[in-house]
């Protein structure tokens, strides 16, 4: 596609509840990143995707989050028995290279999840 | 470990003035990225510049500028003649060039600008 996608834009979770986000790249980019915001922020990373595999996991907050990109295109971020402090806006960056400072990276519009 | 500092949480101006943003980093490498994000209500990040560790030279774009001291590792940007389409967050970012992940950012905690009419 033209940019990377997001869905859901918006995503309301009961506390506990479980919640799946996903983010479709630009085609052929190699990079795929997760970063959350909070509110009032700044981006902080979660983790990194070269093709399927996941390079690093570091800024994963806890157990509880998990992501994927099985065929090295689309990407999902899992969030399991959701709490309050997981509400953040969720982005998704790509980028055509390895490392992905050297054409720049691309971000989605964001996944913004609210815990209730 | 790198860091990225944006004093500024917040500006407003009147439509017309320059406003500086500013941004100074923290990095162990010599080899790095400095880049600046704008973030418009909308909520996407909205890339503006890159710049590479070894390239000090100004760069001006249209009303917009920026000015790389490595020497005080600072990264700051000036957008002339503010227009209130200018009003946004605007985020500086930091990439390593040695991070084994993928060069990830690490970035500043944004400024928010308000352009009053």
């Known amino acids: 596609g033209a940019g990377v996608s997001q869905s859901p834009r918006y995503k309301v979770a009961k506390r506990g509840q479980d919640v799946a986000l996903r983010c479709d790249p630009i085609s052929g980019h190699v990079s795929l990143f997760w970063y959350q915001q909070a509110l009032g922020q700044g981006p902080e990373f979660l983790t990194y995707f070269q093709n399927e595999a996941q390079l690093d996991k570091s800024g994963l907050p806890s157990d509880r989050f998990f992501a994927e990109r099985p065929e090295g295109s689309v990407s999902t971020l899992k969030i399991q028995r959701t709490q309050q402090e997981d509400s953040a806006v969720y982005l998704c960056?790509?980028?055509?290279?390895?490392?992905?400072?050297?054409?720049?990276?691309?971000f989605g519009s964001g996944t913004r999840l609210t815990v209730v | 470990a790198q860091k990225v500092t944006q004093a500024q949480t917040e500006i407003s101006v009147v439509e017309k003035e320059d406003v500086t943003l500013d941004c100074v980093y923290e990095?162990?490498?010599?080899?790095?990225?400095l880049f600046w994000y704008k973030q418009p209500p909308s909520g996407e990040l909205v890339f503006l510049i890159r710049?590479?560790?070894?390239?000090?030279q100004n760069e001006i774009s249209g009303r917009y500028s920026w000015n790389f001291q490595k020497s005080t590792s600072s990264f700051n940007f000036t957008i002339t003649a503010s227009q209130v389409v200018d009003s946004a967050v605007y985020f500086c970012a930091l990439s390593e060039a040695s991070s084994a992940a993928g060069n990830k950012l690490t970035f500043g905690g944004g400024t928010r600008v308000l352009v009053k009419p």
């Open positions: 710049r590479n560790s070894f390239d000090e």
């Open positions: 990095t162990r490498d010599t080899t790095y990225y």
């Open positions: 960056a790509s980028s055509l290279s390895v490392p992905g400072n050297l054409y720049g990276y691309t």
